[in-house]
């Protein structure tokens, strides 16, 4: 029986303990509650929660067991194969015997999400609260000048007394009260929401890697003291746009180079950097089959790094029954073979490094013969159509996704480890089965390989 709007007001209005208007709080726990019961339901075992403490914390060891799960043995489409993203091939030797062999390959690539971190560098301890902005164990720092490398205690705000400390500051503040500072917050808030799962592309949007942090320079001239933030000035305009309508105009033949003024001195300058703000995770790598179904992605604290790559690609494919894959297909894959040649890496022997064609083409030098002739796909027969003019897998598979992804941004964008972790996880799982339903429909015969035996 449904209690109309006016009954509602009534029982409100005696004091009636329960509400009638779903917070998000109870939506996201109704969902992990279904989340957790359907995951625990398919591998026949029972959810045991606390009864005591409060909300937010009874779900918080089953989120973090079901994470550690994944880490551990990955993806549940970890072995996941069809005719989209495994090719069975021809091979034909010098005296003419003909073989066959399996191309599966492996695409990656980083997507900037983000969530609140340590504000110390590649620290992967947890914040208690996303206001915060050291961990546990960093926590002094918050009693420290927010100036790099700069140890002494604060005087006022989040810098020391040092006056050069303090002025940079005051600049930082000044910026968030202009109206610069405000469009730019109306740009990043005008991000994707995702009507379907499966996701129409939404509009391209680029966050600040280091949003919160600011450059300044300091100028070693006539005065010591004067610092600025770093700008390039108005995006797409011209400096004559922005001078008076009645400043004299000036042609370039009519400058004197002798009097021009300088624009740095003579004895450099120097860059200070300081974190006025929290720090954000770098980014989400994901790695997709090229039929489309994501088999995991990792957070990347620092940076994109080649090297961080290449220990994902590892841990992820050596979970037990995984297979290695054929090819990774990477947009610097070339500076990964280098890297694993300098190493003597032998994990990665028999894993070809391909550059995708998008990337080959548009942003690599055609002058770097290394990565012409070792990470060209176009020198590997079975990734291409047996014409040799159109290409079998789609090797930008793994940026499509994370248009996809990046849909999420809003959501999960002040999550904390690990509920960011469970809710992009879940999200993954049900996109695969979405995905699979569609390849099983297209006749893509969607299987799972029986687990790999060492």
């Not at 550690?68 to 970890?78: D, S, T």
């Not at 509009?203 to 919160?212: G, H, Q, S, T, V």
């Not at 297979?323 to 028999?350: M, R, S």
Request: charged content about 20%.
């Amino acid at each position: 029986m449904m209690l109309v709007g006016w009954w509602a007001d009534v029982l409100e209005a005696a004091g009636w303990r329960f509400r009638f208007k779903l917070t998000t709080k109870q939506v996201w726990d109704g969902w992990t509650i279904f989340c957790l019961l359907e995951d625990h339901t398919a591998r026949h075992i029972h959810l045991e929660l606390p009864h005591s403490g409060a909300q937010k914390d009874r779900l918080q060891d089953a989120m973090q067991e079901h994470n550690e799960r994944f880490v551990r043995y990955g993806q549940p489409e970890l072995l996941h194969a069809c005719d989209r993203c495994m090719r069975v091939f021809k091979k034909i030797d010098a005296d003419g015997d003909i073989t066959y062999g399996i191309c599966q390959p492996i695409v990656t690539d980083g997507i900037t999400l983000g969530r609140p971190c340590c504000s110390v560098f590649r620290c992967t301890d947890p914040l208690i609260t996303n206001q915060q902005w050291f961990c546990h164990q960093h926590s002094h720092k918050n009693h420290e000048c927010a100036v790099v490398n700069c140890e002494a205690p604060v005087s006022n705000g989040k810098a020391c007394s040092n006056p050069l400390h303090q002025q940079m500051q005051q600049l930082r503040d000044e910026k968030g009260r202009s109206a610069f500072s405000l469009s730019e917050r109306l740009q990043r808030a005008q991000v994707s929401h995702l009507n379907d799962s499966m996701g129409t592309e939404p509009k391209a949007f680029e966050d600040d890697l280091e949003e919160n942090v600011e450059w300044f320079e300091q100028e070693n001239d006539t005065n010591p003291g004067c610092i600025g933030i770093q700008d390039d000035g108005p995006s797409g305009d011209t400096a004559a746009e922005h001078m008076p309508a009645d400043a004299p105009s000036t042609t370039p033949q009519e400058i004197d180079k002798g009097t021009a003024c300088d624009v740095k001195s003579p004895l450099g300058n120097r860059k200070l950097k300081a974190q006025l703000g929290r720090c954000q995770t770098h980014n989400e790598q994901t790695m997709v089959r090229c039929c489309g179904v994501i088999i995991a992605t990792s957070t990347f604290y620092g940076a994109e790094a080649v090297s961080n790559v290449l220990q994902m690609t590892k841990h992820v494919f050596s979970v037990p029954g995984a297979y290695k894959p054929n090819h990774l297909i990477y947009d610097t894959a070339c500076d990964a073979k280098h890297q694993v040649k300098a190493q003597g890496d032998a994990w990665f022997n028999e894993v070809g490094m391909r550059v995708d064609v998008w990337h080959l083409l548009n942003k690599h030098k055609t002058t770097c013969m290394y990565c012409q002739i070792n990470c060209n796909p176009a020198d590997y027969p079975e990734l291409m159509m047996e014409d040799g003019r159109r290409w079998y897998f789609n090797t930008s598979v793994a940026e499509q996704i994370n248009v996809w992804l990046g849909g999420y941004l809003s959501i999960c964008r002040e999550m904390l480890p690990v509920k960011y972790n469970f809710f992009l996880q879940e999200m993954i799982c049900r996109r695969n089965i979405l995905t699979i339903e569609r390849l099983c429909t297209e006749g893509h015969n969607p299987r799972h390989l029986p687990p790999y035996v060492t």
